[in-house]
């Protein structure tokens, strides 16, 4: 029987925001309590090349609760500092995945490449209620451990999830996450299978191409930058004559509520305000 071609879904026009200390991103959705990309709650794309821009402005000293944060570099580096005694760099090809269960302050702040740019990605992803307490941790992973994987007409890194029996070194993580970014030349074909249940996002950073068809079956013909959400099925299919550059993300969803409040999301709005209470406390980070 073949399999069910997931269709598009949403196409997200991501919009420019200020975070930080006046950081300039690029910002596809954040969270709400809708939560409509279970189990993801937010994704920035932020890239500072213009020297117009003047100094860079990074992520002062912040807390999160009860989420992960995923940081991937392309170009520059991001300087990390926690209150856990964390120190060290996030550079080009690097990732860190971040859970910040019960609580951690930290801060990230950016420097250019030699050629003036920096680029990447942060991604927040859920965690299920039984976890957001849980200790902090990380699984910080530099470029040479992320494997390269010819994949069809693809070159793929794989961060996290499994292809032709190679793994990504990020593991154990509740959402069982798939973390790909595709690099696809003109003229190829990307098929990728999925766990119908998951749920799917793909992040256009380079190129055009054709990301499958709409639910009336119209292709779906876009250009970078944009986020596509598929609906529920098996496979995905993306061409491009052209040349395209792709983050595909996809998670198990955990179908619980959420009440987001800033960098913390929780389950419930008490649960916010013992947050609050906590820094207010000076018992928000455990030792």
């Known amino acids: 029987m073949r399999s069910e071609i997931r269709t598009v879904r949403e196409i997200i026009t991501p919009q420019l925001v200020i975070e930080g200390a006046g950081v300039l991103l690029l910002r596809a959705f954040a969270p709400s309590r809708a939560n409509p ?21 990074g992520f002062p000293t912040h ?30 090809g690097d990732v860190q995945w971040m859970t910040s ?8 702040m950016p420097t250019r490449s030699p ?3 920096v680029l990447g990605f942060q991604l927040w992803v859920n965690l299920p209620a039984a976890l957001k307490m849980g200790p902090p941790r990380y699984q910080d992973v530099p470029a040479a451990a992320i494997p390269e994987v010819a994949y069809g007409g693809a070159r793929l890194r794989l961060v996290a ?13 509740a959402a069982q996450p798939v973390y790909l970014d595709v ?16 749920t799917l ?20 013909q876009v250009a970078a930058p944009c986020m596509l959400v598929y609906d529920a099925g098996e496979r995905v299919r993306i061409t491009t004559a052209d040349g395209a550059r792709f ?14 409040y800033g960098p913390f999301v929780m389950t419930t709005r008490e649960e916010i305000e013992q947050t609050l209470r906590d820094l207010r406390n000076g018992t928000f980070v455990q030792p």
């Open 37 to 57: 990309y279970d189990p993801f709650l937010l994704f920035d794309h932020f890239a500072f090349n213009d020297p117009r821009e003047g100094p860079l402005r």
């Open 63 to 92: 807390p999160h609760r009860g989420i992960e944060t995923v940081t991937y570099m392309l170009e520059g580096q991001v300087r990390h500092r926690d209150s856990l005694g964390n120190l060290g760099f996030i550079g080009p």
């Open 101 to 108: 269960g019960r609580g951690i302050l930290h801060e990230e």
């Open 115 to 117: 050629q003036g740019r």
């Open 161 to 173: 999830g499994a292809v032709n029996g190679v793994s990504g070194p990020v593991r154990a993580i």
């Open 183 to 198: 690099s696809l030349p003109a003229g190829q074909v990307f098929e990728w299978a999925t766990d119908p249940e998951h």
């Open 201 to 220: 996002l793909v992040y256009l950073f380079e190129g055009k191409g054709h990301f499958g068809a709409d639910a009336q079956g119209q292709a779906v």
């Open 247 to 260: 983050m595909l993300i996809s998670g198990r969803p955990f179908r619980e509520p959420i009440y987001p």
